[in-house]
């Protein structure tokens, strides 16, 4: 067998008896073929051949087709590759490589450009957004200690600047919105880095006769405490909106004995009555007329619905209030802090007074009763009965233009207040000591300074505790634990004049007064509905023939 | 190559004409009507045995160019009075077919026969009669020549 096949050879498409192309489908015997004789190929592993003419034209064909260019070399039947050989110079390969390279770099320079026009769009966003950090981080801390934690130069700006500032703008937005992650976020970037921040700007060394103080707290802990503060002042607020607002309802006065059950329903529907106070606020600001209609409407399709859990209420108070009242983080805390020193927080209203401290330590206690009440409560009272809905109703209709902008707006405008207020307080303290005290305003290191701080002493009350000793050790417990806790605040932070402190206490005022100004708008507004009617006309005009008057000789036409 | 073309089809034709002469070798349900020249022929095809097209027979339009076989013909389901085209998910009212043999997957291995073929089974392996996704839009747009619409070929090859 070995010995035959070295005498035997594989056959080509030239050993065949009869030749079929496949493309033209012309037959071709071996013992009698065409003059000329035309070439024949087989160029792949199955048994199709072809006239060379006809597959070069229709590897030409398949080539002209983008659609089908790929699989221009490939066997329609078996798939293999054809192979092409003949006239195919150096120089011809290195034009196609070349002309195959310019290619694949004009994609990717195309790809480039886009990605060119998405960074330099991204970084607008992000300088623009750091700019105004920088901007908002110098209304809240002051010139002076700007100039020492950052200066105007962003060469000598620490590391972390450049993640703090931009997200200044960016948490101040997201904290007016319902989002809960972010309600608690601003003061992360906008106060928390900079006091263990070490100064860039050298001009400004302390001398180290001038001692951290005691007052005003570090910022850390205002940080801390900033998210119970705000809910506190979130549910405060929604206690005194729905007492206010409801009050224009005239209700039965509670019995002596019910007045603690009456008492709890009303601070139980907090929840609901805040979402009251939202629909109508929305109500007044943005579409006035379509929410009333919607309102009406809703209430006369949907009967008493179920009702979302008081927990979810409770959360649109913290949330959805945050964005619609514009709740201003700083708010909360500077307004608690402002009322720290005046003794324990006092609700402004004295029928919910008493029970005050009692609602806030027992807020499950509530739920269940919370919600057969509020049915019983809507039933009862037509008006307030479709106000959930109405709430659920403003909040999805909520992002209009104008209400985007007064969240942008009003949010981007807070260090700016915040400064005002600030300056505000500080020309108050010239005349109020009380409030020279809470704001502990320290001169300018510039000049002059111990006068002033001696200033302080004598004018007394000042708490004005030394934090380190002679040594630089702290002294006494409460020392020692508030120096844990500022620990990581620069000497530098602890010893300027802590404008940080009066602006946040002064944006709380801001927000304490606007809310004030807005429950008060909302109660008017609801009074101004309430008591509207139509004024009556005569029929000056109207044929007198059209109507059926009791006795027309009474009447003339006019 | 006008030269191939009129070979091969001549030599397709013959081919065709000896087949339906011959019951043992013609395909069944597919019938040459028309072949007067060598620019359009017509075909006659039905399912045979059961499918939703039982007893229904449609008419098929063949139309060549000189660039036959490098190119695909145009083929599509004759519409007029006597016949309609099938409803079938890959045919629009227009008798516009939607198959990928009719373009990027057509090859000179193919002939006319084997086209009528793969039509004839492609409605034999119908499952529901139903008109193709957005048929009125295409037919309102549609050329008059199929070869002339860039199908996107999904679902079932045929």
């Known amino acids: 067998m070995s010995e035959m096949n070295a005498q035997l050879r594989v056959p080509t498409v030239n050993d065949l008896r009869v030749k079929l192309c496949y493309i033209c489908r012309e037959e071709e015997r071996y013992d009698s073929p065409p003059d000329p004789p035309p070439v024949w190929t087989h160029p792949c592993k199955c048994t199709l051949v072809a006239h060379e003419s006809c597959l070069l034209h229709w590897i030409k064909t398949q080539q002209r087709d983008l659609g089908r260019a790929r699989d221009a070399l490939k066997c329609p039947q078996c798939g293999d590759s054809y192979e092409i050989e003949g006239f195919n110079p150096t120089i011809l390969r290195i034009l196609d490589f070349v002309n195959r390279t310019l290619s694949r770099s004009g994609r990717i320079v195309t790809a480039c450009c886009a990605c060119t026009i998405v960074l330099s769009f991204g970084a607008g966003i992000y300088f623009t957004c750091t700019t105004y950090g920088a901007f908002a981080v110098r209304e809240l801390i002051g010139p002076e200690l700007f100039r020492n934690l950052l200066t105007s130069n962003p060469t000598n700006w620490p590391w972390h600047a450049w993640v703090n500032l931009p997200l200044i703008p960016l948490t101040l937005i997201a904290s007016r919105t319902s989002l809960v992650l972010w309600t608690t976020s601003p003061l992360v970037p906008l106060l928390f880095p900079w006091p263990s921040s070490a100064p860039v700007a050298h001009a400004f060394r302390l001398a180290q006769s001038q001692r951290p103080q005691l007052w005003p707290p570090p910022p850390a802990l205002v940080c801390a405490l900033f998210p119970v503060i705000r809910t506190l002042y979130t549910r405060l607020r929604a206690r005194v909106t729905n007492a206010i607002v409801k009050s224009t309802i005239p209700r039965p006065q509670p019995q002596n004995q019910e007045e603690e059950n009456r008492e709890q329903e009303r601070q139980g529907l907090g929840g609901g009555a805040v979402g009251a106070a939202q629909a109508f606020e929305f109500q007044i600001h943005e579409h006035f007329d379509l929410e009333i209609r919607t309102r009406i409407r809703m209430a006369a399709v949907n009967p008493p619905a179920p009702l979302p859990a008081p927990a979810p209420a409770a959360a649109d108070a913290g949330g959805a209030a945050g964005a619609e009242v514009a709740d201003i983080p700083e708010g909360e805390r500077a307004q608690e802090e402002l009322r720290a020193p005046e003794g324990q927080r006092q609700p402004p209203q004295d029928q919910q007074g008493q029970q005050q401290e009692g609602q806030e330590q027992q807020p499950e206690q509530q739920q269940q009763p919370w919600v057969e009440q509020q049915q019983e409560q809507q039933v009862a009272q037509l008006p307030w009965g479709d106000e959930d809905l109405a709430a659920v109703a403003a909040r999805t209709i909520r992002v209009t233009g104008s209400s985007l902008g007064r969240l942008v707006g009003g949010a981007l ?20 000591p009380l409030i020279r005290a809470i704001i502990a305003p320290r001169p300018p290191r510039t000049g002059g300074g111990g006068g002033l701080l001696g200033l302080f002493g004598a004018s007394g009350g000042v708490p004005a505790i030394r934090l380190f000793g002679a040594q630089g050790e702290p002294t006494g417990f409460g020392a020692r634990v508030l120096s844990g806790l500022s620990l990581i605040t620069t000497h530098e932070w602890a010893t300027s004049d802590p404008v940080w402190w009066r602006n946040i206490l002064g944006l709380g005022m801001f927000i ?18 309430e008591e509207r009617h139509i004024k009556n006309k005569s029929f000056a005009g109207v044929d007198l023939a059209g109507l059926d008057l009791i006795d027309r000789s009474r009447y003339e036409q006019k | 190559m006008s030269v191939v073309y009129s070979r091969r089809l001549k030599k397709e034709l013959q081919e065709i004409q000896i087949e339906q002469a011959d019951p043992a070798k013609r395909a069944a349900g597919i019938q040459l009507l028309q072949a007067e020249d060598l620019k359009t022929w017509y075909f006659s095809i039905e399912v045979l045995g059961e499918s939703l097209y039982k007893n229904e027979v449609f008419h098929l339009m063949v ?95 045929v």
């Open chain 1, 413 to 432: 405008a807070m260090p700016t207040i915040s400064r005002i207020m600030g300056s505000f307080l500080l020309r108050l303290s010239h005349v109020f």
């Open chain 1, 512 to 529: 304490v007064v606007k809310d004030g100004l807005k429950i008060l708008h909302l109660r008017l507004a609801k009074k101004e509905l």
């Open chain 2, 63 to 157: 139309r060549f160019d000189p660039e036959y076989p490098f190119k695909s013909p145009a083929v599509q389901f004759v519409v007029s009075d006597k016949v309609k085209p099938p409803v079938h998910p890959h045919v629009y009212t227009n008798g516009h077919i939607c198959a990928s043999i009719l373009g990027d997957d057509w090859s000179p291995t193919l002939s006319v026969m084997a086209i009528c073929i793969t039509i004839q089974s492609m409605l034999a392996s119908c499952k529901k009669k139903e008109l193709p996704e957005g048929n009125d839009d295409y037919v309102r747009t549609a050329p008059d020549n199929p070869k002339k619409t860039r199908f996107v070929y999904h679902g079932d090859s």
